[in-house]
Structures are given as C-alpha cells and as structure tokens.
C-alpha cells in the first residue's frame, strides 16, 4: 500500500507542478501585449500622470517576477485581480464600490457551468458505457457497423452544427425545450435543468461519441486477453464471463475514458454556451477575449487549464489504484 | 470394446482472414478413449491448437468449423446449445493454456479462480473446493500449499502458475483435459518438474488428456499414442514406443533425423594462437543493476563457442558488450588481440565490419520496407563501396551462397519470404560485410525444427568454407551438440564453466551444468521416470536450482 | 410521460419474446434464434421500431398538408440525402474498380463504402478548393448591385427566392453559393497548410527525440506535457487575444497568427504521436543492426524510420486535420478566427445562424447556415470515414 501512495502522492506533486508551470505560460503570454494593464484600462486619451498613477496602484511598475508572485499570491486566495471592463466603467463614475472583482464575476458563472458539465456527465456517462460495452459485445454486427457510422458523424461535426440541428429539431419545429439558455440565480431546478438541456444534449452527443468508441476498444482489447477465453472455456456464462472476469480490468481503462472525455466537455462547452447564450464560464471567456479584458481571460484559462490538468490527473490516479500488481505488490 | 471418449470425424476447420475462409484444418479423425494421453504434435501453423479447442467444441473468433463430426461421450459438440456446451466445458472437458501468467485474471486471487469452476457448476461447495484445491496444490508439489491460493497471479511465479492452472483445470475432476503447450514458455529446469507434475496427477485421477507440443522429447515423455500433423493434415498415428522406434511417413522420419545432426570435433586450438575475439574479466550494469560479473573467454577462428544458459543469465548481455551496445563497466574486449573501444560509437568502420549480428526474430531484423537485395546491398555498399554492377554480383552471389535464388528474390519484401528464408537473408547480410567474427542470438530458437536444422547446416558451410568464428547463443543444447566446438555455460551473468564440447557432455562436471544437461528431455519414453527416479521428486526443477 | 415510456418499454419486450419464439418455431429451432439471448431480440424489435418510423416520418414530410410537410421537412431531406449519398459512393467504388491503374483498382475492390463516401467527398472538396475561381458564379465579396439582401434558397420566387442565386443572398447581399464554394478555398486551404506546418514541426522534433533519446527527448518532452495541458482551444484563444493586438501593430493578418498558433498547438499532438511510432521502431533489431554497421542518424531516420511511420502517420495526418479544421471553425464561429470579408463556413455559420428560427414557416430559410455547417460536418466525416479505414486495414493485417 505504501507503494500506491508514493507513487500518487508523485503524480499529485507532479500534477501541481505542471499547473505552477502552466501558470507561468500564461502569466508570460499575457504579458506579451504591447503597452500594458494601466494603458488599457484608461484607453488612448489618458493622460501621463493618470496612467503612471494606475501603474502604481496595480504595481505594475515591479518588475515581472514580482508581478507573477503577486498575482499567484492573489489566485491561491481566490483573488484574480479587477476586471478592465468592470474598473472602465468605475473610472467613469468616479468610485471603486462598483469595481468587481475577476473573481465575483467569475464565481456564479462557474457554478452555471459545472451544473451543465454535471447534467451531461449523468447522461452521457451511463449511455456511453453501456453502448460501448453493447458494441464491443457485438462487434461487426449491423448494430456496432451503425454505431461506428453514428459516433464517427457525431465527433465529425463542429459543435456549433450539432447545435442548430438540435435547435431545429427540438426548440424550433417540435418546441420541447427553449433554444436559449438565459439562466439566473434563484432559478427552480426543474426549469434550470429544462433550459440547460439542449446545451447538455450537445454536449452529450459529442462526448458519448468519444467516450463509447473508447469503451469499445478497451473492452474489445479486454476481451482478446487469454483469461477471457479461460474463463468461456470454464463453461462460466456470458453474463458471467464480463460482469467476474472482464468488468475488474476493464474498470481502470473505463475510468481512464471517462475522465478524459469530462477533460474533453472544457472545450466544448466555450462553443455550446455561446451558441445557446448559456451563461457560462466559456461565454465569459470568449466575451473577454473580444474585449480584451485580460484579467477575465487569464483567469478563465486558468480554471480550465486547472480543470483539465485536474481530470487527467483523476484518470492517472485511479487507473493507478485499480491495477492488481500495484494494490498487491510481490 | 467400450465406446471412445471423444470421437472426431472428418473435421474440417477454417480461419477468415482478408475476407476469405482458408483451411486449417483439412479433414481429421481423432479417437480418445477414456484415460489416455494422446499426444498432438506439429511445426508453427500445422493447426494443432486449433484442433485442441476443437475437441472441446469452441473456436476462437473469425474461426468455423466447416465439416465433420465431435462427439464427446455421445453428446454431439457441433450441435448441442450454447447452454449444454457451458455445462461440459469446465466440469468435464478442461483447459491448460500455453500462457498461465496471461491466462489466470488479474484481477483474482488463485483460489478464488480455482473454486469457480466447482461451485458454478455445482459440483462442490465454494469451502469444499477451496480444501480441494489445497490438496491439488500439494500433489502437484507446489511450495506452500496452504497459501499459495491466496496470491495474485502476478505475485506467483511462472513454472508455479503453470502447476495451479493443472489443479484448476483438475477442480471439477474433468473426464478430458486439452493441455495446449503448458511447457513452451518455461526454462528447461522448470520444465521437468511441470511435466513431472502433470503426468503424476493425470495418471492418479485417470483422466483422458490432449497434449499439445512441438517439442517432440516432452511428447514422448507424457503421451501414450502420438498423432503427427503437418498443415492441418494428419500424417501418422501410433502408439508412442512404436512412433519412435519405427516412424513410417518420411515427414515423420524426417523430424527425428533432425535431432542426429552433429559435427564432427575439430582438433584441439594450436597453444599461442590468438583469439578472433577475447572478452576479459567483462563486468556491466543496467542502469545501477550489475548483470554480468567477470566474464572472460575467448573465440578462435573457424570455430563455434555456444554460449549457454536459463533466461536471465547474461547471455544477451555478453554479446552487447562485444557489439559495443553495452559498454562494460570494467574489463575489455579484444579483436586479433587489440582491445575494442567500449562503445561501438568509438569504433572504426573497420572494426565495426569484422563484429556481425545475425539475430533471434528475423521479423525485426530486416526492415520491412526494403527489399532483400536492398537489405543486402547496404552492408556491401557501405564498408566495400561497391556500386552498380559491381555490387549487385556480391548480391547475388550472396544470395547463392544462403540459397535462395538472386533473380527470384532480389525484389522482393521480407513479408514475402518463409521465416526460415529470413532468417538465411539475416545471415546474407552479415555476410556480406566480410565479418571475421558473427554472433548467433538464438537465431534457431523461433523456426521449426526442419528450418532450424536447414539454418544450422548452412552455418557449419559457411564456417568451413569462410572460416568464420561464430558466438552462439543458445538456450537449446540439441543445437549446443549439433554445431558447437567450445561451451560456455552461463548463470546469474557468471560463466560457471567452459570448455571443450567434448568435456562438457561427459561427467564429471559443475552442478549446474549437470542440473541443465540432465533437464533437457531426450526422446527416450522412460528417460523422465528414470530421471526422476535418480534425483527424487523434490529435486527438480526451482527446488533443485535453490539448492546450489 | 413516464408511465407512457415504461408501456413501450414492456411492450417492445414482449414483441422481443414473440419475435423470438416465433424465430424458433419458424426455423425448427436454428441455432441462431436458439441461443438468441433476450437482448438481442430486444434490439431487433427496437430497430424494426426505429426504421419504421423513419419510412412513416420520410412520408409525413411529403405530405400534401404544408405545416405537416413542413415540420418533417428536414427528415426528408436528411433521408433523401443519406439514400443520395450511399448510391453515389455505391456508383464511385463501382467506377473506382473499373478504371485506373491496378493499384487503385485494388483499393477499391477491398473499400467499405463508408470509405468510397469519404473519398469521394474528398475529392468534390478538393476540386472545388482549386477551381473555386471558376466555379463559383460571384465573388467571394461581392455584393451584387441591385438584388436584395436575405433571398431564401431554392430558388423559387413564391417563397422568396431568386432562380439565379440557387442557395440565395446573406444579410448584406451576397451569394451565398459563390461564398460556400470560396469557403472551400479558404477554409480547407488554410487547414491544409496549418496541418502541414504542425506536421513539418511535431514530426521533426518527434523523431528527432525518439532517435537521440537522452536530454532532447526529456526537454522536448516536458515542454510538451506543459503545453498540452492546457486544452487547446482555450490555448488558442488567449493566444489569438494576443495575437490581434499585434496583428494591427505589425501590419501581419490576424490570419498568419492563427495559422502558426494553431500549428503550434497542434504540433504537441504530432510530437507525441511521431515520437511513439518512433520509439516502437528504433527499438527493433534492424535499427540496431544500421546502428551497429556505423550508419549515420540521417540514413538512420530517413531510410529506416521513416518509411516504416508512414502509415500511422499518413492516418494521423487525417485526424489533425480534421481537428484543425473544426478548431478553425470554432475560432471563425466565435468571431476570432479567419477574418471578413474572406469567406469562411465558421464565419457564416454564426452571420446566418438567426434564419434556423424560421424553420417552422419557411423551412427553406433555415437551410442556409445548415449549409455552411453541413459542409464543415461532411468534410471531416469524410476523412474521418478514410481514417477509420486505413487504421482498420493496418490494425488488421497485423493480426
């Protein structure tokens, strides 16, 4: 057992260390813009003195390494900065009360997307499985011969097409759910869930794709292994042959899928939510980018470069945990 | 007469592959009656495995059996349901797979595999069986009876997992048990205590049983009738002694002349020649792990040193230190008595040229994407600067040399060509850059037993006509007799003893090397029970190497 | 609702049972309906379901009844275009085993038809991309005097269209066929050409790092992991964010940026890839042998490594570029990728998108930003269909 944990506890530290460096890659990128915070939270018409002001108050005149450690201090206390769009218009008006922070601005919206990441791992995980597992049981059947056609056209296509199909379909001709996701707080769960749908059934339909040619390779992998064929010429049944023999080797590859696939859903919820209007961590994202507001942005890339590093990290260490050799060493 | 157990009539087997049905099997009879071991023997492809799973009704995917009749005890095997053939598989007909460490489940503990067949079945309950097992355990000899259930298939090692999968196939006290090569993948000391242990355990249960082999010595030690195949055709049956004494298809008399072939002894080394090659008092490491320690013999030209020794001795290692793959950590290497830079990156064309590698898988060794002539053209390019016409007569004449014809084969891709034939390109290859010395990795120990034996003769030529020296690395001694002049025997990456061919297969010698020579079955019926007889069960195998 | 599912469900069951017991009656017991297990059953019924009510929809949408016609509309022209689409593949194959070299012939003799689809679609692409100057009937940003802007597709003046702009005119009027075709041109053109450039990169450097091992391979590695951990599409936009600052700055299009950034990105993915195949060939025997003979790293990486990658590369090459391809598209859709007035599907999807709410009435309207997305869709359904079975072909001969 202390084997496992050393070497989780190896992949933890290695994972931090990767999101340190990815902190520094963005840190460096952002400071690539020409001019700098103060000039562009000003705009063009700033006088000298107002911009050296600014630059002072937001220490933008320390040097960069200085810089990175102060706004790494800040994000480990939840602290991303002010916003340039929200600190535009408090310059206007003349006070700071109005500021908002990257992070109070950030917060609810992340909440908004981890519910829709949610709704759609509870549909997509269980179909995908199940599907994958179907398929691989009945390889080069009319059944896994439709669902390769099905799953390739469906990774195939840009989110944003299986989005307006969906609309078409099911807000426009049969209207079963709202084709815009306008989502606030307060809101009852059952209308939440009912507005999220169509985005989550994007979502669902790309990442089951994914997720079940996946399982089916790995069963398929699985099912090739000699012990397999032991265990059918054991006389043991169908049934019993996957749920005993091939179902506790195959749950460390199946893990692995599915924790890739959520990784997956970060990218494709930028594209869904702006599709849908859905009030989102990714629509923010690509608002900022528009706007140029870098604290948003660095911050959001952040999140999700956090998340991503975060999921790949789950799948390493539970396939870790479910490997026979390493739970009971020699 | 009683009724057979098993009956097999006119049956036809074929495999898909590029979308085609292609024979395996092409119309084969197979009797069995109860308690009798019938040996299955053939080369790679002859079909026997499939035949094995056929006896007990299964095919592997992408196979069919087109025709023909399998009666298991009266109950008809093509046509029963997928339910009555689930109640005889495991309970009455058993398995023994050629690879336990793949074929246990990971994820389970011995026992907990072991006692699935009963209790699924209905033959005993899950804390009967377990009790059950223990005992199997014990009379298969495995260490540690008692516990050794409670392991993992990993933590078990391979000689062991071979013996539990016996005891597991013998759970339900099956009438038939198909034992598909359960000896191929060990070393030859481990070898004699599975078999030992197999035949001891079949013979107490009187279960019928198919082995399955190609290695014609263990067959004559474990069957009672042998039945030949050669590509899915049966070529003779007959009881074992018969077999052996009085083989009556060529084929058959083909296949046991192989293992008469043996050179006859050079004279003994002029004193004060210089070796071709010399490795001296060569230590090397992996990483921080030593591997060899203080290896030193020499090679003298026109003649063969075979280097012998279990899995994991060092043999290998030995010939990257002389190749320069491996620099060794201490000691050298000398060529005509000049010491060889460690690392074959230092090396001179020249002396890069006199060293030549021909190795075990002829797969890997030729690339795939050049074609033969290619393949031989490079070397006789690269270190003689022929070009043109010049270098394509080398080719050929290369060619000639390894027989096969230039104008038939130049152009075409090693996928084309017979393991064998790749095998003799690897060798044109090594030839062709004019070697003074070449090393063997095992070259024979992939191909058949009539290829391997067409590879060595035309080594021993070449060596006469070339005089060429050879390192031979080998884990075969039927090929030590058949081309060595000198023998070194290796252990834990030691040379435990060395000398001429001659001394080392009369005693008295090392214990070890008597342990290694004294394992290799012979094609003797009784040499197994004779064997045994002299050292004891307890004394084969890990118990025997332990005791050293 | 539910209780209505849960009726279904058991009733579809029950059929499964019928159909099973009637299998085995029908056949005197046959194996195949013999050992059927339930599910199976299941599955047949369900699909039977699944067909029929396709037949049933592909009628209702020619129905005489415009708002039933109307409503099932899309079915219809989504089941016309799947029938279309296999005959023409079916007819493509055909053709494909009757002319050209031996070679080609062969190929197409062993092709699934998805594949003869993906080829097909390919080269439509292709030719397209290439004569998109004299196939198109205007140019990509002309907006043509005198003719109104939002005219429908399908050209037929009662519902609003123009029989000389077949797929009708966008917001500001222009063509929205000649703008689709120079899509073509412009999108797949600068997918191509980044794929190339992630390839020339990741390729190098992969190789590179599994022939020489040791230090390169670990820094190269670990730059690799950093960057590849961060998903690429977010990668790619705050990049671009940095990236059209400066475009202006320096007087570069934003376009150039994206490709090489893109490429950058992408190239970790190829690294990773080039590096393994590399990895499992260096270590084979006839690497060691080159090795040993004294051959040099250049005869080593061209003449032996390479002509042994070029099948798992050749398929990789299909995939990036199909991921490529949709990154490009995501960015135009989000407004940041390939500039106006370029023409551009992404771009088009998004300018066009509003018509889809108009499908209920004039179904026709609706089509247009389809369209665009459709063509991006077939694209790399295409290739991935190519993909999948040069993989198979590969994965099969090796058993």
Known sequence: MDNVLKI???????????????????????????????????????????????????????????????????????????????????????????????????????ANTMFLAAVTAVIAVPLAVTLGILAALYRNSVFDRAANIFTLTSISSPEFFLAYVLILFLAVLNPIFPSLSNIYDGMAFSERLNKSMLPALVLTLVVTAHMMRMTRAAIINLLASPYIEMARLKGMSPMRVIVKHA??????????????????????????????????????FVDSVKTRDIPVVQACCLIFAAAYILLNLTADIMSILSNPRLRHPK | MTEPLLKMRGVKIEGRSDEMWNP?????????????????????????????????????????????TI????????????????????????????????????????????????????????????????????????????????????????????????????????????????????????QIEVLSAIRDIVDQFGTAAIYITHDLAVVAQMADRIKVLLK???????????????????????????????????????????????????????????????????????????????????????????????????????????????????????????????Y????????????????????????????GAAKRKRVDQLLEQIELEPSEYYNRLPSELSGGQKQRVGIARALAAEPKFIICDEVTSALDQLVAEGILRLLAKLQDDLSLSYMFITHDLATVRAIADEVVVMKDGRV????????????????????????????????????????????????????? | MILWIAAVLIGMGALAWVFRFAGQAATGNAPKFRDMPFGVAYGYVLAALVVGWLIWAYFQGRSSDPAIANKFFFLRIGIEGFIIFAIAAWLFRLAGRRVGTAWSRKMFRAMPLTAAFGVMIILIYA??????????????????????????????????????????????????????????????????????????????????????????????????????????????????????????????????FMVIIIAVIDSTRVFRLSRAVGQNIVVMDYIEAAKLRGEGFGYIIFKEILPNATAPLLAEFGLRFCFVFLTIAALSFLGVGIQPPLADWGTMVRDLSGFVNYAQFAPMAATAPLLAAGAIALLTVAVNFVVDWMLHKSSGLKE
């Open chain 3, 127 to 256: 030719i397209l991309a290439i004569f998109a100057g004299l196939l198109a009937p205007y140019g990509q940003e002309q907006i043509i005097p005198g003719v109104a802007a939002n005219i429908t597709p399908g050209g037929d003046p009662a519902l609003g269209g123009n029989l000389d702009f077949p797929l009708g005119t966008d917001q500001i009027g222009r063509d929205i066929l000649s703008r689709l075709i120079y899509g073509a041109q412009n999108t797949v053109g600068i997918a191509f050409a980044t794929t190339l450039l992630a390839f020339f990169l990741g390729g190098t450097l992969g190789f590179l790092a599994a022939t020489f091992g040791g230090w390169l391979d670990q820094v190269l590695s670990r730059m690799v992991d950093v960057l590849m951990a961060i998903p690429s599409l977010i990668f790619a936009l705050l990049l671009m964010t940095i990236a059209s600052v400066w475009a202006p700055r320096l007087g570069i299009p934003l376009t150039v």
């Open chain 2, 496 to 548: 435990v003893e060395q000398g001429p061919k001659a001394d080392m297969f009369t005693p008295p010698h090392h214990a070890y090397t008597d342990l290694l020579l004294s394992s290799v079955p012979e094609m003797d019926p009784d040499w197994l029970t004779n064997l045994l007889k002299e050292r004891g069960v307890d004394n084969v195998g890990d118990a025997a190497v332990d005791k050293m």
């Open chain 1, 8 to 110: 989780i506890m190896q992949r933890l530290a290695l994972g931090l260390l990767t999101l340190l460096i990815v902190s520094v890659v963005i840190f460096v990128a952002v400071n690539m813009l020409p001019g700098d915070f103060a000039q562009a939270i000003l705009g063009q018409g700033a006088t000298e003195e107002s911009v050296a002001a600014i630059r002072r108050d937001l220490g933008l005149d320390q040097p960069m390494i200085t810089r990175y450690f102060d706004w790494l201090g800040g994000v480990v206390q939840g602290d991303f900065g002010a916003s340039f769009a929200s600190a535009n218009a408090a310059s206007f008006s003349g006070t700071t009360s109005g500021v908002k922070t990257v992070a109070q601005q950030i917060g609810p919206r992340f």
């Open chain 2, 232 to 358: 899915g055709d049966e070529v003779e049956t007959a009881d074992t002694r018969t077999m052996l004494d009085a083989p009556t298809q060529e084929y058959t008399k083909s296949l046991w002349a192989v293992r008469s072939f043996e050179r006859p002894a050079k004279p003994a080394i002029a004193t004060g020649a210089v070796p071709v090659v010399s490795v001296q008092n060569v230590d090397a490491a992996y990483g921080t792990t030593p591997v060899l320690h203080d290896v030193s013999f020499d090679m003298h030209e026109g003649r063969t040193v075979a280097v012998v020794g279990e899995s994991g001795s060092g043999k290998s290692t030995t010939a990257r230190c002389i190749t320069g793959l491996l620099p060794p950590t201490s000691g050298q290497i000398l060529l005509d008595g000049e010491a060889l830079p460690a690392s074959y990156k230092k090396r001179s064309k020249d002396q890069l040229r006199q060293v030549q590698m021909i």
């Open chain 2, 71 to 190: 009666e298991f005890d009266g109950i008809d095997l093509l046509t029963a349901s997928a339910a009555v053939k689930r109640e005889l598989l495991g309970k009455r007909i058993a398995y023994v797979a050629q690879s336990a460490a793949a074929s246990f489940n990971p994820a389970h503990r011995l026992i907990d595999q072991h006692v699935e067949g009963p209790s699924q079945h209905g033959v005993m309950s899950r804390a009967e069986s377990e009790a059950d097992g223990m005992e199997l355990y014990r009379k298969l000899r495995l260490p540690n009876p008692d516990e050794i259930g409670f392991r993992y298939p990993h933590q078990v090692s391979g000689g062991q997992l071979q013996r539990a999968m016996t005891a597991m196939a013998m759970s339900c006290r099956p009438d038939l048990i198909v034992f598909d090569e359960p000896t191929t993948a060990l070393d030859v000391t481990t």
């Open chain 2, 360 to 387: 075990q898988m002829a797969d890997t060794a030729l690339n795939p994407r050049m074609s033969i002539g290619q393949i031989i053209a490079r070397p006789v390019q690269f270190y003689l600067g022929l070009t």
């Open chain 1, 247 to 284: 179902l506790p080797n195959a749950l460390a590859p199946i893990i692995n899928v599915v924790a890739l696939n959520l990784a997956y859903l970060i990218t494709g919820v930028v594209v869904v939510e702006v599709v849908f209007v859905y009030p989102g961590i990714g629509q923010l």
């Open chain 2, 24 to 68: 395996i099997i092409n119309g084969v009879d197979l009797t069995l009656a109860r308690g009798e071991v019938l040996g299955l023997i053939g080369e790679s492809g002859a079909g026997k495995s499939t035949l094995g799973l056929a006896a007990m009704g299964y095919t592997r995917d992408g196979v069919r059996i087109s025709d023909g």
